[in-house]
């Protein structure tokens, strides 16, 4: 397979995450006011659950729509700030795989699990704007993961003819589903993230980083 089109998570497959994630969960939760003895259940599950969209996380620990709320708004802005501060670098070698697949023909399309704001506070940190040729996140009409809206939409709004013809990699169990559900033909988890290679069993391919995934794809045609 020669794919049209590859879709690249970004947290945890081409940036690093450096704990960001905890650290702006922590601030959300001190902002709606949680409990302490709450927080390690809660950490654990905003683990467990890397890559989903962040509000359907929250949704899910405070069963309260209006704090639910004020949580990914808070998140989002601790997020936003650290990525601001400097506290965000690439995976190595992300960032030529993302040329080197264009250059050869091949679309590329980040996602994520972050609010747009988010996903572009990380692209204008890392003057990655335009590297890709589409930036995708949760949004109207767009379920996060594990849901498969995420690959399909980026295969319609690039015009891929067949879905067969798209490879996914990310680093965690949610965004192996992702593509899995949207029927692409290669999906790769890698190990630069959240995901243990245990939690990767479902993955197509298991690779240490994403800039292996030519290499994979080279061995797919």
């Not at 572009?120 to 990655?128: M, R």
Request: aromatic content about 4%.
């Amino acid at each position: 397979m020669t794919p049209e089109l590859v879709v690249l998570d970004m947290a945890g497959t081409t940036v690093a995450d450096d704990g960001l994630v905890v650290k702006a969960f922590t601030t959300a939760i001190e902002t709606v006011g949680v409990p302490d003895e709450k927080y390690p259940e809660m950490l654990r599950y905003v683990v467990d659950t890397m890559g989903q969209s962040k509000i359907t996380v929250f949704r899910a620990l405070l069963n309260d729509e209006t704090l639910a709320q004020q949580a990914n708004s808070a998140f989002e802005t601790a997020y936003g700030d650290l990525v601001r501060a400097g506290e965000c670098r690439p995976i190595p070698g992300a960032e030529d795989v993302v040329r080197g697949l264009r250059e050869d023909g091949v679309k590329v399309a980040f996602t994520t699990g972050f609010a747009p704001a988010t996903q572009h506070a990380i692209l204008d940190a890392l003057g990655w704007q335009g590297l890709a040729d589409l930036a995708l996140a949760p949004g109207d009409g767009v379920r996060g993961r594990p849901f498969p809206d995420l690959v399909l939409t980026a295969a319609l709004r690039l015009e891929v003819t067949d879905v067969r013809r798209v490879a996914v990699a990310g680093d965690t169990a949610s965004d192996v589903l992702c593509g899995l559900r949207a029927g692409a033909s290669v999906v790769a988890g890698v190990l630069t993230g959240a995901g243990r290679r245990e939690d990767l069993v479902e993955a197509t391919a298991v690779l240490d980083s994403v800039r292996h995934l030519p290499a994979l794809l080279e061995g797919t045609k």
